[in-house]
């Protein structure tokens, strides 16, 4: 597949074309929130140790969905070890281009049911948001791919046009076979342009482009300082408790400001937009007057710099403490990198910062984990030009180029996989969607917006003309 270059010229799309298909959508929106409903009633988490039963049911109705959409060609694929992928194909011709749409269908677990304000996977409306695991991230992504296809997917399939739709079921899990499965399956998801429809846009209201994304590296690191534990009393003092030195040990991560320490790591150039902070402090939850660490752009601290955070411990819970010196504990750290940085050397350099300020009180034991590369779009690749259009048009506001503090490891494989292929990254979330957390949810009328956008691009996807060996055949 050659790289797609400009076709004939086209007008921009105008919010005339948007407000026409908004009307076409308001009949099939209930449909759509409803088939939203029932997958998020498929408790598909794909993390080792839960149930696989309800992947394989999530990916039975994604496929139905797909089908029922008009899709000719649906079905239903793993490699060794891995969760049920679906693929639906419309595939194109006359030279025409082909687009993929990326989503999954897996979900992360819960966490304790009850903290919710209603069961995670009973979808609930409240006002203008549904809750429930998965309605934002990344089942509602699904329904737009195929609410998309349901406003304009006969007008594609008389164009020529080729859509494949690609819905993961292991991405909240790591995507630990994502590589394998599109390197056996190369043929079937070649696309001159991939639309990846999960992340956050900027307010409600606003849409927002994603222009880059950070990578994520982590470990475990485990201090020992006993072969068991002994009486706090009869043996305290001579020996520091192993809670206590991995916290001074973890401590050395940030500096007094809570910049990040650790040396080696890159910066990328500071964004040219800016994040107002009580909009940070509102949609983070930061309690009314604390401090924020860090020094420099809001945005800069977000997407264009390194960030560790520590995101579990192992150690005695309070309720089980007993007067004991606790022998062991162990941490999980995550450092997620910006643009530019190669997640082997930050791996690296934060191992031998670790090893650097490991205390001789104490046996360090480092365990490496996930390493997912960062992503930097093309800022004036043609396809950008068109999702600029499409979501300004169905927002009735331009939209925002926009960072992303997260990550989404796999682009960099579909890159490599299919180097000549654009990647637009969009998303369905809001800043108040609270993904992974407790009482996550999707703003309905944003869900709309989003159907329309993509329809925009979709159509205009003709503007985008593959080369003389074409992507969907």
């Known amino acids: 597949m050659s790289t797609p270059s400009a076709g004939p010229s086209q007008p921009p799309i105008d919010e005339q074309a948007a407000r026409a298909l908004h009307e076409r959508l308001e009949p099939l ?8 409903e029932n997958l998020v009633r498929i408790p598909s988490i794909a993390f080792p140790g839960y149930d696989r039963a309800p992947v394989h049911r999530s990916a039975e109705e994604v496929a139905r969905l797909l089908r029922e ?16 992928a679906v693929i639906g194909r419309l595939p194109a011709r006359d030279g025409a281009p082909t687009v993929m749409l990326y989503a999954h269908h897996d979900v992360q677990p819960t ?5 919710w304000s209603s069961a995670p996977f009973e979808p609930t409306r409240r006002g203008d948001r549904l809750y429930g695991r998965g309605a934002a991230d990344d089942k509602a992504g699904v329904m737009a791919h195929v609410t998309a296809l349901r406003l304009v997917g006969e007008e594609l399939a ?29 043929e079937q998801l070649a696309a001159d342009l991939i639309i990846v429809a999960d992340s956050a846009n900027w307010a409600v209201g606003t849409p927002a482009l ?24 009869l043996f305290g003092g001579p020996v520091l408790d192993a809670p206590t030195q991995l916290a001074r040990l973890l401590a050395t991560l940030h500096d007094e400001r809570g910049e990040v320490a650790v040396p080696g790591l890159v910066r990328a150039a500071d964004p040219s937009v800016e994040m107002p902070e009580e909009d940070y402090r509102r949609d983070a939850g930061v309690p009314e007057g604390q401090a924020l660490s860090g020094t420099g752009p809001l945005a800069a601290r977000l997407w264009a710099r390194p960030a560790i955070s520590v995101i579990g411990i192992d ?11 606790v022998p062991a504990a162990s941490a999980k750290i995550s450092l997620r990198i910006p643009p530019g940085e190669d997640p082997a050397s930050a791996m690296d350099a934060l191992i031998a910062h670790l090893e650097a300020q490991a205390p001789d009180t104490a046996q360090v034991q480092i365990r490496r984990g996930e390493q997912g590369k960062p992503y930097g779009a093309r800022q004036d690749a043609p396809s950008m030009d068109l999702a600029r259009e499409a979501l300004g048009a169905a ?18 494989d579909l890159l490599e996989v299919f180097p000549s292929a654009e990647v637009l990254v969009t998303g369905v979330e809001d800043p108040s969607s609270r993904a992974h957390g407790l009482d996550e949810s999707l703003h309905l009328g944003e869900f709309a917006r989003v ?3 993509e329809a925009l691009v979709l159509r205009g996807a003709d503007r985008l003309r593959a080369g003389a060996d074409g992507a969907g055949g």
């Not at 649906?74 to 969760?83: F, H, K, L, N, P």
């Not at 927002?395 to 960099?412: E, M, N, R, Y």
């Open 451 to 453: 159907c329309v956008a």
């Open 158 to 186: 008389a164009a020529g046009i080729g859509v494949t739709v690609f819905v993961e079921g292991e991405e909240e899990a790591g995507s630990p076979t994502f590589r394998p499965f599109i390197e056996a399956h190369r």
């Open 29 to 36: 929106l209930p449909a759509a929130i409803e088939d939203l």
């Open 111 to 115: 966490g304790d049911p009850e903290a």
């Open 69 to 84: 959409a008009g899709l000719p060609e649906v079905v239903i694929r793993s490699v060794e070890d891995g969760a049920p």
């Open 395 to 412: 927002w009735g506001t331009a939209p925002v180029d926009t960072g992303l503090g997260g990550s989404i490891p796999f682009i960099a």
């Open 210 to 233: 994603t222009t880059s994304l950070r990578g994520v590296v982590d470990l475990v690191v485990t201090v020992r300082v006993l072969e068991h534990a002994v009486h706090s009393g």
């Open 315 to 325: 150690a005695p819970r309070v309720r089980d403490a007993s007067n004991t010196l």
